[in-house]
């Protein structure tokens, strides 16, 4: 796999992805438009959580883009890419077993939401974050899960509404797993430069 990185770390491959996270990141929060209406203004940072996902990324793809690391920004960015991208998909999975139908605007957020996840990933030997931005992000993440299941802040899907508590359960057991496996790809030695390719 080590093949990749070169190409991960070109300046075009980062200029692309900045661009696809900056278009996705506004559709999400377009998407997210009617929720954000009803809710209280205390709570409007912990609605949008796909497309905060993608914005935190986006910061880090402009920091590799200046030859720096910001390191919170990228720890926000693997957990919550993670985290939401794996949430989406297996959200919009339930949704089809419960009404036995997958629309073209379900198949994309799946697509997307995966890619989410595995550019997450896939950049993690270039990130340079420190355990303490780790607990720092483990906070905001389980902070918004409380605000999400306790306040009922959750992305809306009527659809499974009575599945709430089932999934309340399993997101926090997703934001321990996202966190653990950026915890095993970032918090260790064998790490990559990121020497941009004009």
């Given amino acids: ?4 990185y070169p190409l991960l770390g070109s300046r075009a491959m980062l200029i692309l992805l900045l661009v696809i996270n900056t278009a996705g990141t506004i559709y999400g929060y377009v998407w997210y438009k009617w929720q954000l209406v009803d809710t209280p ?3 409007l ?3 949008p959580d796909s497309p905060t996902a993608s914005l935190f990324f986006m ?6 883009l200046l030859g720096k690391n910001w390191p919170l920004f990228e720890a926000l960015a693997i957990v919550t890419l993670i985290k939401y991208g794996i949430w989406a998909v297996v959200m919009n999975l339930l949704v089809f077993q419960v009404t036995g139908e997958l629309d073209p605007v379900a198949l994309m957020l799946i697509f997307s939401h995966g890619a989410m996840a595995v550019q997450g990933v896939l950049y993690a030997p270039f990130y340079r974050f420190k355990l303490w931005h780790l607990v720092l992000t483990a906070i905001w993440t389980l902070h918004n899960d409380v605000i999400d299941y306790v306040f009922f802040m959750l992305p809306r899907y009527p659809i499974l509404n009575l599945y709430t508590p089932q999934i309340g359960y399993f997101t926090f057991w997703l934001s321990i797993f996202s966190l653990g496996t950026a915890y095993y790809f970032v918090l260790r030695n064998n790490r990559f430069s990121l020497d941009i390719v004009k």
């Fill in 59 to 64: 910061f880090v793809l402009i920091a590799f």
């Fill in 41 to 43: 203004p205390i709570f």
């Fill in 1 to 4: 796999m080590k093949w990749i």
């Fill in 45 to 47: 940072p912990f609605v």
